[in-house]
């Protein structure tokens, strides 16, 4: 059998699988509950053990926040957990007699939606998440994509305009600063989901702040597109719970392009697994590690 942990600063889930990689159950807890990294394994050792019956589980993959150290299976220090320097592949192998593979959570989610939602039938998808902040997951031939060092994808640090704000990571201008739910909280003094509600009830103000974060979205959309030719952009997050309000934006922009001919010009469509799409490509990527 397989297992896939999507862990995230509010929730973890554990999914196991077929070797197949067909889900056959799945649970979730808060992450505050599980106070710390060694919590956290054995709340997660726990429930494969339950859940797998007299089935064994032989390869396991975590998606995380990064950054992390993808070939070492360390967590470095996620912005979202209190946690810094964990050998969390190290730690669930022992306590699993498994093999474990550390992800970062967008490529998860990106994999899972390739495999299993929205860019099924693509080889070539970018998928973006787009919350309190901006990252993505880069599948090229059919294959996810994590670059030389595991870090490719890291949309929300591309810069988009270098006059821009400075940026945490400390770029200027990087995406994030324009898109991030945080940055918009910041720079608006009113919580994203707020902002983008207001929007929608036809808030002048807020959908103003909204159009122009799309816009710098739709930027995003055209130097990728250059970059590296995807045939479409899937999209989760946060803020596609407002689709409506932001992809018209971010589709005009795209079309203005006058380099990106109609003929090779990317699909964008919102994702569809949801909250359940980290699950679902971390176990796809137990299965291809296996």
Known sequence: MLAGIDLGGTQVRVALARS??????????????????????????????????????TSIAIGAPGPIDVK?????????LPWKNVPLTEMLSR?????????????MAGLGEFHHGAGRGTR?????????GVGGGLIIGGRLHRGGHGTAGEIGHMIIDPNGPLDSCGQYGCLEVFCGGANLAKQTGHPAAELFAAAGRGDPNARMVVAR????????????TNAIDPE?????????????LVAPTMLETLRSSPFIKPARRPRLRRARLGDRAGQVGAVEWARINQ
């Open 213 to 224: 974060s799309a816009r710098h979205m739709g930027l995003a959309l055209i130097s990728l």
């Open 20 to 57: 197949d990689g067909k889900l056959v159950a799945s649970v979730k807890t808060k992450t505050p509950s599980l106070k710390t990294p060694q919590g956290l394994v054995d709340w997660a050792a726990t429930e494969i053990e339950r859940l797998r019956g007299n089935q064994k589980v």
């Open 95 to 107: 306590a699993t007699k498994a093999k474990v593979f550390l992800a970062n959570d967008a490529d």
């Open 232 to 244: 479409m952009f899937v999209m989760g997050g946060g803020v596609t719970r407002s689709w409506r």
């Open 124 to 132: 070539n998808m970018i998928y973006i998440t787009w919350s309190t």
């Open 72 to 80: 070492r299976g360390v967590l470095v220090n996620p912005p979202n």
